[in-house]
């Protein structure tokens, strides 16, 4: 992984109501780190603030990354601060683009379901298989007009695009009809709050898993249960070992006995804390391995995922 990079805020956009567009260019002019769509850079904010957004822009530009960030009401400072504190001009430490929600790029078609702020990687997406000649569908489901963002952009795209604001329709959308009215091979992409993805989750239920793609905004699961057993962890490179109790993660395990592990979101949202495991079966409490990957036990999120079995042997 290549190193934090410094970037110059070279332009904030107010897109929506309570949507910022970031716009972040090397101070020098140098091209950026590439990225596909769906991948997600780390903004360093001031307070050791760490926060993850998905790049909304066109793949293919190397001279700049945009992100956008939905002002959130409960706000643990994050989108506070992006809203109120940033100007243009500002620098800013940022992590390479990374990607755990990529799309399959033979597909024969995309249906992509957004929620609200969810649209930021789909939009990449979506400019993604224009320039690709892709077949694809959008729905696009939000609370109001007013907080949708990239809707300019969108109508060009005509029926291609199913926008559901809530406010209008008078309730919730329809997801179990729209999904079962798509082809067998098409792949999805769902990125929004919880209660979108677990809809869609359950309706996708008859597609194979491997066609049905999420991007975890919060949690999928609780990082701990009152029945949470204590473990052990070997370290195969160092030679060392330590007991995890019940009430802590392996992460705070290891920084308590002051060793450094890349960490970021600390929730299981982000991938940046995956470790290799050599022995033993994780109890995987994450919201980014797939269920095909979660089976193969190879690698885990040490935030949040815990042990089944006595003694774990991490590549650490
Ligand atoms: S720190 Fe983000 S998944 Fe563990």
Redesign the pocket.
Same mark, same amino acid.
Request: with cysteine; glycine share 8%; hydrophobic share 40%.
């Given at each position: 992984m290549p190193d934090e990079l410094n970037l110059q805020i070279t332009d904030l956009m107010a897109e929506a109501k309570g949507v910022m567009v970031i716009e972040l260019r090397s101070p020098t002019g140098e091209a950026l780190p590439p990225f596909k769509p769906g991948a997600h850079i780390e903004l360093h904010l001031p307070g050791d603030i760490v926060r993850q957004y998905s790049l909304c822009n066109d793949a293919r530009e190397d001279h700049r990354y945009c992100v956008g960030v939905g002002l959130s009401p409960v706000s643990r400072g994050g989108s506070r601060h992006v809203h109120q504190s940033l100007r243009v001009g500002d620098t800013l430490k940022v992590s390479p683009p990374r990607n755990h929600f990529p799309l399959e790029e033979d597909a024969p078609g995309f249906v992509f379901f957004a929620g609200g702020i969810g649209i930021t990687p789909v939009w990449s997406m979506i400019q993604w298989c224009e320039a690709n000649k892709r077949s694809w569908h959008l729905f696009y489901l939000v609370r109001s007009r007013q907080r949708a963002a990239f809707l300019e952009e969108l109508k060009v795209f005509g029926n291609r695009v199913t926008l559901h604001a809530d406010d209008e329709a008078g309730g919730v959308f329809d997801i179990a009809s729209a999904i079962n009215q798509q082809p067998s091979n098409v792949h999805f992409y769902t990125c929004g709050p919880t209660p979108l993805m677990l809809a869609v989750e359950a309706a996708a239920a008859g597609f194979p898993e491997e066609q049905v793609h999420f991007e975890w905004f919060t949690p999928k699961e609780p990082k701990s249960t009152a029945t949470d057993k204590g473990f052990n962890i070997q370290l195969a490179r160092s030679g060392k070992s330590f007991g995890v109790p019940a009430d802590k993660s392996i992460?705070q395990v290891l920084e308590d006995n002051g060793l450094r592990v890349e *960490? *970021? @979101?600390? =929730?299981?949202?982000?991938?940046? @804390? =995956?470790i290799c495991v050599l022995e033993g079966t994780p109890d995987h409490r994450?919201s $980014?391995l797939t269920a095909a990957e979660r089976k193969k036990n190879d690698v885990m999120?040490? @935030? $949040?995922s815990r042990s089944l079995s006595e003694t774990l042997v991490l590549d650490l």
């Amino acid at each position: 992984m290549p190193d934090e990079l410094n970037l110059q805020i070279t332009d904030l956009m107010a897109e929506a109501k309570g949507v910022m567009v970031i716009e972040l260019r090397s101070p020098t002019g140098e091209a950026l780190p590439p990225f596909k769509p769906g991948a997600h850079i780390e903004l360093h904010l001031p307070g050791d603030i760490v926060r993850q957004y998905s790049l909304c822009n066109d793949a293919r530009e190397d001279h700049r990354y945009c992100v956008g960030v939905g002002l959130s009401p409960v706000s643990r400072g994050g989108s506070r601060h992006v809203h109120q504190s940033l100007r243009v001009g500002d620098t800013l430490k940022v992590s390479p683009p990374r990607n755990h929600f990529p799309l399959e790029e033979d597909a024969p078609g995309f249906v992509f379901f957004a929620g609200g702020i969810g649209i930021t990687p789909v939009w990449s997406m979506i400019q993604w298989c224009e320039a690709n000649k892709r077949s694809w569908h959008l729905f696009y489901l939000v609370r109001s007009r007013q907080r949708a963002a990239f809707l300019e952009e969108l109508k060009v795209f005509g029926n291609r695009v199913t926008l559901h604001a809530d406010d209008e329709a008078g309730g919730v959308f329809d997801i179990a009809s729209a999904i079962n009215q798509q082809p067998s091979n098409v792949h999805f992409y769902t990125c929004g709050p919880t209660p979108l993805m677990l809809a869609v989750e359950a309706a996708a239920a008859g597609f194979p898993e491997e066609q049905v793609h999420f991007e975890w905004f919060t949690p999928k699961e609780p990082k701990s249960t009152a029945t949470d057993k204590g473990f052990n962890i070997q370290l195969a490179r160092s030679g060392k070992s330590f007991g995890v109790p019940a009430d802590k993660s392996i992460l705070q395990v290891l920084e308590d006995n002051g060793l450094r592990v890349e *960490s *970021s @979101c600390r =929730e299981g949202t982000c991938a940046s @804390c =995956e470790i290799c495991v050599l022995e033993g079966t994780p109890d995987h409490r994450d919201s $980014v391995l797939t269920a095909a990957e979660r089976k193969k036990n190879d690698v885990m999120m040490i @935030c $949040v995922s815990r042990s089944l079995s006595e003694t774990l042997v991490l590549d650490l």
